[in-house]
Each structure stands twice: as structure tokens, then as C-alpha cells.
């Protein structure tokens, strides 16, 4: 019979603290039964404010925000009960947090996390493995060798893709460009792991208009310079255009993108990457999210001839709906990727099995493959399928009740992405705040291609056409008050 602690509440955690000697805590947190308590408590809070997620307010409300500074206290010498270090976390963290987990967040490109997902993630901090050996971690090494198998087959990648599980598709996008600098730079007899850059053949790198930033972020830790890529002009969805492309010589890299964060448009693949490859260039694809389109044969248009292509990035964390964080970099010739991440040293046992470590910049880190093994166990191709055509049905009700209340959609909503002009500049950036506020729903602000916009980005797996229509009931409302206070001139569709 499992033994519960009861709850503490808020009042205790400031007013009640017992000072601890430091052995003191260290024994008591040997002990069962006092963990078992603690671990509880914890599982608890954790229920409580998932199951409470449907009913809040998405965006924290001021005190909230207000009430972290209770956080700011000094280090204390003595000890803290850990029950009260959890419950202080709970009563001044949690009010404070966005309801990014729940069915009517639409901001950024921020999935859920499914209940499976979460309960796998915190069963595997549990374990507390840290997954760079084989040896060292046998389950969690497995895991991530089968998710990747898993995932390779739902791409399309051919059975020689190598991939790393990281943080984000912004380390994903990194690591790829590594593998895509060695080999480059392999085929022009540079070692640039060995040898650096200093001296090394150039290599061109060629980029749409809207790569997105990460992208050239990587680029420039990578030392190819986020100044020096050969800019592709794109067109009025955001694609790169296949009749602007430049003329390429030498070592070259080409980086097409899968979902533009801003309209969910994909760059003509088709097109690009035969050309790419006849110039010998490695083609990388960011497909933080777009990529899953593949899972669905509906949208499977969209990521057609991707899988063409010599490296993926993706975001497990988005649209797969597995807790933060968690992206996954895939190429196509695993040998490569391996090549420019790995490590050897005396003291790390390596085996002939799949060595996490030797795919990631990392040596040490999380069992990101568990939540993803277990997202996709309990999906199955199906499901998964499921999840990602309600997403773009859902963005497509967004799209239609605002059109229908005579707002602006500034983008082809052929995924999960809208862009809504409420009136100007000004108009739109008051509707987005008060939207904020009002708490049923939370979306941001963007630009897009001078126009200012709300962007409704629909990836939470637990989205339902009912949160759709309370969130268009709040923002249509909202939306008119704000144009009857501004008046008929303010009221025009403005640029930015
Ligand atoms: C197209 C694209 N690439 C890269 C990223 C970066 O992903 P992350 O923030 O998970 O690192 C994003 C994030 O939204 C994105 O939309």
C-alpha cells in the first residue's frame, strides 16, 4: 500500500520553514519512506496542473508574474525541507507559467505534450540515465535506435540515415551543417575537424530569404559566416524561387526549408534539389516542423521530394508532442554525421552497437528517444496521422471564422500556420495584446513580408474544433472592439 504525504499548503512553504543541518537532509533523503512521500507530492501537483490546464487562463496573470519574486531570496546556509522546496515551486512557479501545455496555446510553433509522453519522460528521469553509451545505458540506447528507425521509415529516409536526438531543431540544423562542412570539405580533400577552417576551401552556402535565423545561427557557429550565404529570393508564400537560383561552383551547401514558421509554405524541393545535386551540393532541409507533413498522405504533397535531400532537421518537441526539449538531426549517410561528432577516449567503452554519442555534440545528456518511443508506440502511424491532419483542420476553421467576420488572411493555409491582419499596424498589435490578456486563448505577433499579423499556430495535440471556436469567439470580440475604438481610419489594412 502505497503511504501518501499530504499536500502542504502555500502558507506553510513561507511561514513554516524549519532550518536543516546539511547532514540532516542528505539522510532523510535516503530514506523511503520520507522520498516516496516526496516523489508523491510532486506526481501529485504535477496531475493537478495538467488536469487543470483545459480550464485556466492561457497567459499567466500579472501577479502571477508579480509573485516570482519570492524566488528572489538568498542561497541559504541551512536546509530546506524538500516538501516545501516542491511546494514553493508549485505555489510560486506554477501561476507563473503559460498554458503551453494546453488545447488553446497558438503561439510560436509549440506543440503539447501528450499524457503518454509526459508520464515516459518522467519515468525516465527516474532512471536518470545518461544515454552517450551503449554500454552504460542499454534501454535508453535501444530506445533511441529504434526511434530512429521508426522515424526514418516515416520520413522516407533510406535505411543508412544516422541521426541525433538534441534539444531543438536549432542544435539539429547545427549538426546537420557539420555533417554537411565534412563532407563538403572531405570532397576537397579538407579535414576540417582536424584542420579547421583556417585555410580551408570556401564553401558557398546558398539560403532562401526566409531561411529561418537558427539556421544561420548555426552557420555562423560553425564558422561559414552568418553574413556570407548566397541569399534565393522567395515568393509571396515564402518559397525559395527555383527560376532565381544562383550559379554554384565548388563545395556548396544548399539549405531548403520544410514550413515556413510564418505560413507553413514549403520551398519547391522538386525542383531544387535535382539542381542542387547535379552541382554536387549538399542539400539540407529545416524541417522543424513542416517534416510531418510526410506523416499524413493528405499533406503528403507538401514534403514531396524532401527525402531526396543529404540532411533533415527536425523538432520532436512540436509537432510530435513530446515534452521540451527535443529535436532530432538526420543524414542521410549516418557514416557522416558520425564522423564529425565523434569522440574517443581511453576511459569510454564503445561497442558495435548504435553509440548515442558519437552522433551528437554532447557527450553526456538525456534520454531524449524515450518520450519519442513512446509518442509514437501509442500513436502508430495512425494516430499520428490523426494528430497532424486535426492540427491543420483546426488552423483551417481559424482561417475561415476570421475570413467569415471579414478579417484579412494574409497566407495559403496549407498547414497548421495563419497569418491574420486585423486592420493596421496599430489595430493588429492592440487585438494581439488585449488577446493576451483576455486569457482564453494566446497567439503571437509577427511581420510578414511588411505586413503586420497575428500568428495562430495550431500544433497542441489535445486542440479540439470547440477550443477553435471559443478562441474565435474571443478574438472576433476583441477584435471589434478594438476597430469600433479606433475609428474608420485607423481601421485600414496598413503596412508596416
Ligand atoms: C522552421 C524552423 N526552424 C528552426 C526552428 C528552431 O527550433 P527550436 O526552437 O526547436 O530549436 C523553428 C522554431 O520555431 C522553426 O520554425
Not at 555562423?220 to 518559397?239: W, Y
Request: hydrophobic share 40%; net charge negative.
Amino acid at each position: 500500500m502505497l503511504r501518501v504525504r499530504r499536500r502542504r499548503d502555500t502558507k506553510h512553504v513561507t511561514e513554516g520553514r524549519i532550518p536543516m543541518k546539511a547532514k540532516d537532509i542528505l539522510s532523510r533523503q535516503r530514506d523511503p519512506g520520507e522520498t516516496r512521500g516526496l516523489y508523491e507530492d510532486a506526481a501529485q501537483r504535477g496531475i493537478s496542473y495538467r488536469e487543470a490546464i483545459d480550464k485556466r487562463r492561457v497567459g499567466p496573470l500579472k501577479e502571477g508574474i508579480e509573485g516570482l519574486t519570492r524566488f528572489d531570496e538568498p542561497l541559504p546556509s541551512s536546509s530546506t525541507d524538500p516538501m516545501e522546496v516542491i511546494a514553493m515551486l508549485d505555489s510560486v512557479g506554477s501561476p507563473a507559467t503559460m498554458g503551453m501545455a494546453g488545447p488553446r496555446f497558438f503561439g510560436f510553433v509549440i506543440g503539447g505534450s501528450l499524457p503518454v509522453t509526459v508520464a515516459a519522460n518522467w519515468l525516465a528521469t527516474a532512471w536518470d540515465q545518461n544515454t552517450g553509451l551503449a554500454l552504460a545505458t542499454p534501454a535508453t540506447s535501444k530506445l533511441e535506435e529504434v526511434s530512429l528507425r521508426w522515424l526514418n521509415g516515416i520520413f522516407g529516409f533510406p535505411e543508412t540515415t544516422g541521426g541525433a536526438f538534441v534539444t531543438g531543431a536549432a542544435v539539429a540544423n547545427m549538426c546537420c551543417l557539420a555533417a554537411a562542412r565534412h563532407a563538403t570539405l572531405r570532397s576537397a580533400g579538407w579535414d576540417v575537424e582536424q584542420d579547421g577552417l583556417f585555410g580551408a576551401p570556401e564553401v558557398t552556402v546558398v539560403v532562401g530569404e526566409e531561411v529561418h535565423p537558427t539556421v544561420l545561427k548555426a552557420l555562423g557557429i560553425l564558422g561559414m559566416g552568418r553574413n556570407r550565404t548566397v541569399q534565393v529570393p522567395v515568393d509571396d508564400k515564402g518559397r525559395m524561387r527555383a527560376d532565381a537560383l544562383p550559379s554554384i561552383d565548388g563545395p556548396a551547401i544548399v539549405c531548403l526549408q520544410a514550413g515556413n514558421l510564418n505560413t507553413g509554405a514549403f520551398d519547391p524541393a522538386g525542383r531544387i534539389i535535382p539542381w542542387a545535386h547535379e552541382r554536387g551540393a549538399w542539400v539540407h532541409v529545416d524541417g522543424a516542423f513542416g517534416l510531418w507533413a510526410a506523416a499524413s498522405e493528405r499533406l503528403a504533397r507538401l514534403s514531396a521530394g524532401f527525402a531526396d535531400a543529404d540532411s533533415w532537421a527536425t523538432d520532436a518537441h512540436k509537432w510530435l508532442n513530446v515534452p521540451y526539449d527535443s529535436g532530432i538531426s538526420f543524414v542521410r549517410d549516418g557514416d557522416t554525421l558520425r564522423r564529425s561528432m565523434s569522440l574517443t577516449a581511453a576511459y569510454l567503452p564503445m561497442t558495435d552497437l548504435r553509440e548515442p554519442s558519437q552522433y551528437t555534440p554532447e557527450l553526456s545528456r538525456r534520454a531524449r528517444g524515450v518520450e519519442i518511443w513512446a509518442a509514437l508506440k501509442t500513436l502508430g502511424t495512425d494516430g499520428l496521422r490523426t494528430m497532424i491532419e486535426r492540427s491543420c483542420d483546426n488552423a483551417a476553421r481559424f482561417a475561415k471564422g476570421l475570413a467569415d467576420a471579414g478579417f484579412t488572411i494574409l497566407n495559403d493555409v496549407v498547414l497548421n500556420q495563419v497569418l491574420v491582419s486585423f486592420g493596421s499596424e496599430e489595430v493588429t498589435k492592440e487585438v494581439i495584446r488585449r488577446i493576451q490578456e483576455d486569457g482564453t486563448c494566446w497567439c503571437g505577433g509577427t511581420l510578414w513580408q511588411g505586413k503586420t499579423a497575428m500568428r495562430i499556430s495550431v500544433s497542441g495535440w489535445s486542440t479540439t474544433p470547440d477550443d477553435v471556436d471559443r478562441s474565435l469567439e474571443a478574438m472576433i470580440r476583441i477584435a471589434g472592439e478594438v476597430r469600433a475604438e479606433s475609428g474608420p481610419e485607423k481601421d485600414r489594412q496598413g503596412t508596416s
